[in-house]
């Protein structure tokens, strides 16, 4: 659990120290001395920046002290810094760790354990450090996921959604936003009007005239599309997707999700939809998820989940391709650009274009 520390925590890597570390030790009741550490660029996030941090002890050092941690920081791109600032990306996250993590630790969702969380509007700072899940491998988002770890990673996913499933927590956490409402319906659609046309224009060699088509529509309704899911709600993660995920094999295979920067309350089946209409391969999507879907459907019925119908579960699926076609044309626009930045969108958009068509997902838009 996160306490404040005596000293102003670091808004970089560089301003890391000894005396911060070893308070942040202490904090947790590590009691010991950091006398030297060194720190390295880990991830390939677009709105913030990771480093492993290799610590140096005192010959007192207790067993517990741990030898490496993560820390977490903003973006030292300004585009993307400010769009995490803006969309409240890294204040989510402190009150994740903070809030949310010991809950669902409890209900047996593998999370990092964190060590420390804090965030300064003002100084346009935060910094979360974590246990370090190594020799966990982040997933890959270009390469896509096994089938066997999207078995894994959508059974931490339902540990998620039924935890917080239609919970009295949805209305009375202050940080979490509500469902959408007609304002941010409005801003939504405004946003995904503004970009679609420069992400037409950045992927027009690769975006098929079906795919244009459906972009068009889903644009033409992104308002009312918003406003069409009406629970019922829990947390979602938000940005569930391979690149979020760590994945280790002892004593069986696991997964833990990361990047806790966009949970809100929302439907459930689009985290789903959005892990594995961009997670898995073409054929392979084609040829699981429906058993995928399942899968998730009755791990919810098995932890509690009642009334929720299976024909609901796969509609709620099927939407949740739209949620990641927005995700990757807004997004893609709005961080800095990078070469892999490109590839991983267009992973993203390509792959949801897809399955949306092979789901006829456009049925189920607005009229």
């Not at 020799?135 to 390469?143: R, S």
């Not at 941010?184 to 005239?209: H, I």
Request: hydrophobic share 45%; aromatic share 10%.
């Amino acid at each position: 659990m996160s306490v404040p520390l005596l000293s102003e925590f670091p808004s970089t890597p560089e301003q890391l120290s000894t005396t911060w570390l070893t308070e942040v030790l202490r904090a947790n009741q590590v009691i010991t001395d950091v006398v030297a550490f060194e720190f390295t660029r880990i991830g390939t996030g677009q709105i913030g920046q990771n480093v492993r941090i290799l610590i140096t002890y005192g010959p007192d050092a207790p067993a517990d002290a741990p030898a490496t941690l993560v820390a977490k920081f903003v973006s030292p791109d300004a585009t993307s810094r400010a769009t995490g600032m803006a969309m409240g990306n890294y204040e989510r996250e402190r009150n994740f760790y903070r809030d949310m993590a010991p809950v669902l630790r409890t209900a047996g969702m593998r999370v990092p354990r964190c060590w420390s969380a804090e965030f300064d509007a003002a100084r346009e700072a935060t910094v979360v450090v974590l246990q370090d899940m190594a020799p966990a491998q982040q997933g890959d988002q270009l390469l896509g996921c096994t089938v066997a770890d999207a078995e894994v990673a959508i059974g931490q996913a339902a540990i998620l959604h039924a935890t917080f499933w239609e919970s009295p927590l949805l209305h009375s956490t202050p940080w979490l936003r509500p469902p959408v409402d007609a304002q941010r319906a409005e801003q939504l659609k405004g946003l995904v009007t503004m970009m679609w046309p420069a992400f037409v224009d950045r992927y027009r060699d690769r975006l098929s005239a079906d795919a244009e088509a459906l972009g068009n529509r889903l644009v033409e309704v992104a308002d009312r599309w918003a406003l069409s899911r009406t629970g019922p709600f829990t947390i979602t993660h938000g940005d569930f997707r391979i690149d979020n995920l760590l994945f280790g094999d002892e004593p069986n295979r696991w997964a833990v999700a990361v990047d806790w920067q966009t949970p809100d309350v929302g439907v459930g089946g689009l985290d789903i939809g959005y892990f594995i209409g961009a997670g898995l391969l073409e054929t392979d999507r084609r040829a699981h998820e429906e058993r995928l879907v399942r899968m998730w459907h009755n791990q919810l019925l098995h932890l509690g989940v009642t009334g929720y119908s299976w024909d609901k579960a796969w509609d709620d699926y099927r939407q949740g391709q739209f949620a990641g076609i927005i995700m990757a044309i807004v997004a893609s626009m709005i961080t800095e650009r990078t070469p892999r930045g490109d590839e991983m969108f267009w992973a993203m958009g390509g792959r949801h274009f897809q399955a949306a068509l092979d789901l006829d997902a456009a049925s189920l838009l607005p009229q």
